[in-house]
């Protein structure tokens, strides 16, 4: 080798060793990179694979033509206008009660006694009436006596008529205070007043007691007496559902005790002032009671709109209750079948049923969703 091949080879090495030192000892980052991610495909829970898919048989879905209906709950409430309050116009003190809280009273019928003062200030004012009025007559039949006869004036004769028509205003008056306070006999001074039922109908609310006190106007009502031959169902109807509501359409109404009997009842008001915290309106419905509503039931209220809608309707047997949900099984390609889930509406003759939502009239569906699922689970 010669001095010039020897200079190069030692430039060469030297220059590697340089490389080594300035890298720092760190490892090539391509080696170090993560490896790249591999993506997955999952089975789509709701495709089943069968073998021999003609064991199965299909069916169509029907059309079905149907006004859209919204459905909301309500509470059973007394007429408003049929529910009349008992009042005592005496003040005094309650010395019998003839009737309870829940109990079907006829009209007229007694209530509650009160023994009143009020009575013996009145019989009172009464009987002095009426002998005021005695006395005005007889001095009346004197006055025409003489004046018939030139012994007095015809103004004693006028005076002494006015004095008897005025006494017998005294004693219309006494008397229907009397009848007011609540005491029809007026040939029979008692300071009892009885108070009577003015309509028939329930006792449904009561504040009296035995024993108990009344003050006339001042004090809360003995009794509250509804007649619930009709009642008002009171229903939360939410803002955007306001276009289905119509004053004089029908209602269905569910009581939620009687679930399987319906009946029908008249829109009669919707509430013109929305609850701001919860934006509903109040909607009335007037229905008539055959016995079994009661004030406080919960009920559910359908409401049918007037625009029909086209749906599917599909045999009972296609769709398959599951997990709170409905489904039906709708053939694909080959022999894949998809799970659809669908909305169930009412029931229809001939055992079908309505289909809000999920599919179309003209699909083609599982007649028995049960059978199937019961066959690819196995």
Request: hydrophobic share 40%; proline share 6%; glycine share 8%.
């Amino acid at each position: 080798m010669n001095r010039r091949d020897f200079a190069a080879l030692a430039l060469s090495l030297a220059l590697g060793m340089l490389g080594v030192g300035c890298s720092g000892g760190k490892s090539d980052p391509q080696a170090e990179a993560p490896p790249p991610l591999k993506v997955q495909s999952v089975e789509d829970r709701n495709v089943f694979h069968v073998d021999r898919p003609e064991r199965f048989q299909l069916t169509h879905a029907m059309e079905h033509i149907a006004a859209p209906e919204l459905k909301v709950t309500g509470t059973v409430n007394p007429d408003i206008s049929r529910t009349v309050p008992v009042i005592s116009l005496a003040t005094g003190r309650i010395v019998e009660i003839k009737a309870r809280l829940g109990d079907t009273v006829k009209k007229g019928q007694l209530l509650l006694r009160v023994q009143s003062a009020d009575i013996s200030g009145a019989f009172s004012d009464y009987r002095k009436a009426v002998a005021d009025e005695k006395l005005a007559n007889v001095q009346l039949e004197r006055s025409k006596l003489l004046y018939d006869r030139g012994a007095i004036a015809l103004n004693d004769l006028q005076i002494a008529q006015d004095t008897e028509d005025k006494a017998k205003v005294d004693v219309e008056t006494t008397a229907e205070k009397l009848r007011v306070l609540g005491n029809t006999s007026l040939d029979q001074p008692s300071g009892i007043v009885d108070i009577h039922a003015p309509i028939s109908g329930v006792i449904t609310d009561q504040q009296v007691t035995n024993a108990a006190g009344v003050q006339g106007l001042s004090s809360p009502n003995p009794f509250t007496i509804s007649d619930l031959t009709y009642v008002w169902v009171l229903c939360d109807v939410y803002e955007n559902d306001l276009g289905n509501v119509h004053v004089g359409e029908n209602a269905d109404i569910r009581l939620n005790a009687y679930p399987n009997q319906v009946f029908s009842g008249t829109i009669s008001n919707v509430g013109p002032v929305l609850d701001p915290n919860i934006r509903t309106a109040k909607v009335r419905i007037e229905v008539r009671n055959p016995g079994l509503m009661r004030p406080g039931m919960f009920v559910t209220a359908t409401f049918h709109g007037r625009q029909k809608e086209t749906r599917a309707a599909v045999p009972a047997t296609a769709i398959l209750h599951l997990h709170d949900r409905d489904w039906v099984y709708l053939p694909e390609s080959g022999s894949q079948f998809r799970r659809v889930q669908v909305v169930g509406g009412d029931m229809l003759p001939s055992n079908m049923q309505e289909i809000v939502s999920g599919i179309s009239p003209g699909q083609q569906i599982v007649a028995n969703a049960l059978e199937f699922q019961n066959t690819v689970e196995q």
